[in-house]
């Protein structure tokens, strides 16, 4: 996950005031020895069978989900391992009947809790529940305006049951978010949801990039052209510019492509000159892709993966072995290879020059395409010369790419 809103911000300060110490610098040495971030698909149920889901979530019961009393052991151990993020997602989450017992006992134990939900189920009848479960963050999923979401997500009606889960959430003082998954199907609704972000007074929007697991992974041909990711990006950087100059605080985030770290870097050295070297430091410690490192996923089984995309290889069970263990464990050649730095990728990215920044990008794209996790990431949109690569490399390509860099500038062909 790269936290554009705290690299643009920085930049704006060093370009206005001069150099000024970064938050990340100064947490970096006290966030040194904690676990990873764990995402928990605490069940698979759900009410919708969204096109692109991870977890190929339906409407029906999967047996040998855990109990409230083993979910309760397992996160003693994940809090004694020094876990510091629990993000409890689904399926969807709110359909499991534990679910506030869950979240209350993850704030007692000092959990930071965030709701990962489709919004939908949000209403009158539970948002005080909602609210007294006092989330650190509530994220609700949309895949664009009305009817490109309601088609994503196979609900007539849904974008505005879920966008009205969020505002409740809004109005009851919690933290909320958006979060996009943009495919070739939805990019244009993106300038559209980026002003509904505005107008509702949303805390964050999170854009995802599609990746290749559960429905994801047949829906790859819908993988945005490098042309659309580049101009989504710019458009993100440039909404998060003018926000941090008014003075609003609200967050831009990416995930699933940390060749966004490496955009980014070029539009802060094309605009903030003056912050390249601090930002590139920042970028570098910030290191990329953390799967299978600062980043976990338990699934409803409790089953452990490297992420969530990552449903295909499985480290180990928390109901077998604590997950402690299983994280530390480095028998298992794909976790031994993605806790390596650097890691031993190769195509494209072990030519590339700004691995130290994206750490190798997203592994699973190369396993789904290649069969080999370290092959070359097929989601990268930047070009040869950007990434200093040099030699004949053969692209591995899902869409043909059409993004250059031109007149010294981050730009787009037509």
């Known amino acids: 996950m790269l936290r554009l809103s705290q690299y643009i911000r920085t930049a704006i300060n060093i370009s206005q005031n001069g150099v000024v110490p970064s938050p990340a610098e100064r947490k970096h040495a006290a966030l ?18 969204c096109r692109h889901c991870y977890a190929s979530a339906v409407n029906k019961d999967f047996p040998g989900e855990l109990s409230t009393k083993q979910v309760f052991k397992t996160m003693e151990n994940l809090r004694n391992f020094n876990v510091p993020v629990l ?9 499991r009947p534990d679910i506030f017992d869950i979240s209350a006992y993850a704030k007692e134990l000092g959990f930071y ?3 990962s939900s489709n919004g939908t189920l949000i ?22 305006l009305n009817a490109t979401h309601d088609y994503f997500r196979r609900l007539e ?48 929007f999170y854009f995802s990039h599609l990746n290749y697991a559960g429905r994801g992974n047949h829906n790859r041909k819908d993988h945005a052209f490098y042309a659309m990711t580049r101009e989504a990006l710019l458009m993100m950087f440039a909404r998060c510019e003018a926000d941090v100059k008014n003075g609003i605080a609200r967050d831009y985030v990416t995930g699933n492509n940390d ?9 802060i050295d094309e605009h903030y000159p003056e912050a390249s070297e601090q930002i590139g430091k920042m970028l570098r410690r910030w290191g990329g892709n953390a799967s299978g490192v600062n980043v976990a996923n338990i699934d409803n089984l409790g089953n452990v993966h490297p992420d969530t995309m990552w449903w295909q290889h499985t480290l180990g069970n ?44 997203t592994r699973t794209r190369a396993y789904q395409l290649t069969g080999d996790p370290w092959a070359e990431d097929p989601g990268c949109y930047l070009d040869d010369m ?10 591995l390509e899902t869409l043909p790419f059409s993004a250059t860099k031109r007149h010294g500038q981050v730009g787009l062909t037509s």
């Open 113 to 115: 809790v965030a709701l």
């Open 318 to 361: 928390v109901l077998k072995r604590p997950f402690s263990e299983i994280w530390q464990d480095v028998s298992d050649p794909l976790m031994a290879g993605l806790k390596q730095r650097p890691r031993l990728v190769h195509g494209r990215c072990g030519a590339c020059q700004y691995r130290d920044i994206c750490g190798g990008n």
């Open 87 to 95: 993000i409890l997602s689904g399926g969807e989450p709110l359909m």
């Open 157 to 204: 009606g849904g974008f505005d049951l879920a966008l009205r889960g969020a505002k409740l959430c809004r109005d009851a003082g919690l933290p909320v978010g958006i979060r996009f998954t943009m495919t070739r199907e939805n990019y244009q609704d993106l300038p559209g949801l980026l002003d509904l972000v505005e107008q509702e007074r949303i805390d964050k």
């Open 259 to 267: 060749a966004d770290g490496v955009f980014l870097k070029f539009w």
């Open 386 to 395: 950007e990434l200093g690569i040099t030699g004949d490399h053969h692209r």
């Open 123 to 144: 209403d009158d009848t539970n948002i005080d529940q909602i609210a007294n479960a006092d989330y650190d963050y509530v994220g609700v999923s949309l895949d664009g």
């Open 32 to 49: 040194a020895n904690r676990g990873p971030v764990v995402i928990w698909n605490l069940i698979r149920r759900c009410n919708l069978t």
